[in-house]
């Protein structure tokens, strides 16, 4: 059936387009709150006074490295400037590093001071830029494990984040199998 602009409806045209109409509904409500469930599982946050810590993951090593990096995303919420300073963890010792190219050569290097993070910020740690060294590893960091190291900003404090262990040479983490709802069979 037909609907024309200014056309009476008839009765089982209007009670077969509501029902149309709640099947829709219904299924966008199902889908956002499916959406919701899998949200926490896609982006875990830190958190330290006013800084949040997110999409934070890991390179593998190979055997026998003394080295890992880790990369993560830092959005300081506050009205004052925070600094990430180091860190600690039980598998290797903390360091804040960047590359940057001087005069066409890459470089790499300690930022002693920290990492600034102006108010109301958001820096992003990432392969060739910013990112924590894991130094005098105790063991290989081995893909598909999570490691846990603590990072310590001023004033904010430490927060104790969990890094997923990517491949060795990843660029970036791996997205969830099956796409935004993690293989859920529907």
Known sequence: MKWLAGAPLEPQGFEAMKEQLMTRFSSLA???????FAAPALAQEFKAGDVTIDKAWARATPKGAEVGAAYFVIHNNG???????????????????????????????????????PAHATIRLAPGGYHVMFTHLTKPLAKGEK????????????VEVEFPVEEVGASGPTPMKGGAMGGMKM
């Open 79 to 117: 009205a004052t400037p925070e600094r990430l300073t180091g860190g600690s963890a039980d598998f290797a010792a903390v360091e804040i590093h960047e590359m940057k190219t001087e005069g066409g050569v890459m470089k790499m290097g300690e930022l002693k001071n920290g990492l600034n993070i």
């Open 30 to 36: 199902f889908a956002l709150a499916l959406s919701g």
């Open 147 to 158: 490691v846990k190291a603590t990072l310590t900003f001023d004033p904010a404090g430490p």
